[in-house]
């Protein structure tokens, strides 16, 4: 077993000040006092986080790696996070930038349950990237939601998300619109991703309620719904496939790819949805190059899970992002369909045909 | 019913640019794409959010206040996250600064089951300020942590809650650490505040298992748990009081009296834990001042939440800290009562006698 597991902050501080704010964070994510006030020598050996080193990134930044005690994650995803960045996340001259996930974490969490292999089986695609679009705007009924679904799955779309700011409010609710949407695709390829939304038992609630009506793959935001929350939906339910959505993300504060190209899929999101650059998010092509690597790249045997650029995506970028993005990779466009209004099954058809034929350089 | 209500955003931008980057984001925090794709007048007029002014601060930000609408919440406590910050998160040039809570939200959240005065009513306070301290390091076993909980007691604390590390580790499992310290005050006023962890299942299960044991007060991190996990927690347990702690609140990019102060108590949190200026953290005093005002202070019908200044607070900063908040506060010395090591009776008696005799200016 991993005693200990390696934590790199980017700290903001002085050449000067740097070991005392480096040591100071070691305790804040251990045990949180004074060091002389702990009488347990084994705590001062096994439990107290040290500073493994300090690199001058220039800039007036270092880069700070900790190893903290396994021993502390006691095996809950919430606690994962709290001992990386709970109370530091309180201290804005530092930004959690990278974690060395301890192989018995990897084993005990269990990372994507399908992953890239799993979501293209379902919708029979070998040899190019996946397509995907969403529902919206919210306000509309369940049977319109329906019906514009109909239209993005005449084009050919291989995925359909709710957007992520369809909850259960009182214009669609989940089971009105999930029913409505698996009943008017019943018998095609293109798979409906309903959002998940509320407490654990309401999404359980809601994941029983689309087995039923024949959906496997949905969509949830980890950091709304809470690391364990997807945790046991995950364990709960090993024959749906979970798409993470990265809302209250807080980008600046905790980097792009360990959040959500490392510790969703850690948490088991077979798909992680990630504003790309270029569109209406900041990320550089740098970080969601990254990103995209740390979610599909080798990481403890752990399933790969599929990228999924989104935030702003246009159809004439498509194989400008494939390009970049690689053959593993799921496209996500909805506003820019959208706008094609009657037009929207040949929009849709135009993005998919487009990534079905696109030669990758 | 309030169909809209007024969220204010700090956003960095020029004088040219703001009434376009407050458009954006008024549209992203509803329904995320093009106005133009949009069929439906209803949606246009009663779900886009608009944009109900801005102001100039100076310094290069504006205050921009958007009016969404009440229907897109849909009464749940993640949701309502979701539309306040969801991707607007993702942006590193805007704060969430304050809501204008709708009052039918405040009713149907609820917000603190007992307040100030259930947590002065469980220890027979009244005239003072409250006493708190922690249990900690983690990594000792549950009889360790038992036996200080007692000299804590001694000292005559009102409040002993677990240090917010201690999840459900194997050096001091949950049931063993609850039975240990419950055992160990048994009959005494000081109560003993363990801290929840895991999914809602695992919350719910150490919760009945605490209630079993007689306590009646716990300690919750919202956003490491999620805001629907809490809230389903409070409503399922309704004689349980909850201290809120503020890990993984990444204090940069919402503002701390909204997140800790108000919405904390808006999702039922009793007693709000946050670190106080001059300690280890960065909050100014305004900012301090603010959160505890705005957690006690008047707030459409709801009960007072009880401030618990901490993080770094040592005890002769007391008279100061007491000034500065008043009486209904509740102080939480944790570090630096443990470091006085074999002293520790003596000094928390030091504390909570100091806090007793305090004479407010």
Do not use: W
């Not at 409505?180 to 309620?209: E, I, N």
Request: hydrophobic fraction near 45%; proline fraction near 5%; include cysteine.
């Amino acid at each position: 077993m991993s005693d200990r597991f390696l934590v790199t902050y980017h700290v903001r501080a002085g050449a000067d000040t740097i070991a005392a704010r480096a040591q100071a964070i070691a305790v804040e994510q251990s045990v949180e006092m004074p060091l002389d006030a702990i009488e347990a020598p084994e705590i001062l050996r096994d439990i107290v986080g040290h500073v493994a080193d300090i690199a001058d990134l220039g800039g007036g930044v270092f880069a700070v790696r900790i190893a903290l005690a396994t021993a502390t994650i006691g095996g809950d995803a919430a606690q994962l996070l709290n001992m990386l960045f709970g109370n530091t996340s309180l201290h804005d001259d530092v930004v959690l930038a990278d974690v060395e996930i301890p192989p018995e974490l990897a084993a005990s969490f269990g990372g994507p349950r399908h992953g890239i292999t799993g979501l293209r089986r379902r919708v029979a695609a070998d040899g190019r990237a996946l397509t995907c679009s969403a529902l919206k705007p919210q306000g509309l009924p369940a049977e319109r939601l329906a019906a514009l679904a109909v239209r993005f799955a005449d084009g050919g779309v291989d995925f359909i998300k709710d957007d992520h700011g369809l909850a259960n409010q009182a214009y669609s609710p989940f089971a009105a619109r999930v029913r409505a949407c698996a009943t008017a695709l019943r018998g095609r390829k293109t798979r409906y991703v309903p959002s998940l939304s509320g407490s654990l038992d309401a999404m359980r609630a809601q994941l029983l309620l689309a087995r039923e009506e024949g959906i496997d793959t949905v969509l949830v935001a980890p950091l709304l719904a809470g690391f364990s929350t997807v945790q046991a939906l995950v364990a709960g339910f090993p024959d749906t496939a979970f798409l993470a959505h990265p809302s209250l993300g807080g980008a600046s504060r905790v980097a792009p790819e360990l959040l959500i190209g490392k510790l969703f899929r850690l948490l088991g999101a077979d798909a992680v949805i990630f504003p790309t650059h270029g569109g209406r998010f900041g990320y550089t092509p740098e970080t969601c190059r990254r990103l995209a690597e740390t979610a599909r790249g080798d990481l403890l045997g752990l399933r790969p899970a599929l990228p999924v650029p989104a935030g702003g995506m246009v159809l004439s970028r498509v194989p400008e992002i494939l390009d970049f993005y690689g053959l593993d990779t799921m496209l996500l466009i909805g506003g820019s369909l959208l706008a094609a209004r009657e037009r929207l099954t040949a929009e849709t058809a135009a993005f998919t045909s487009r990534v079905a034929a696109h030669r990758y350089r």
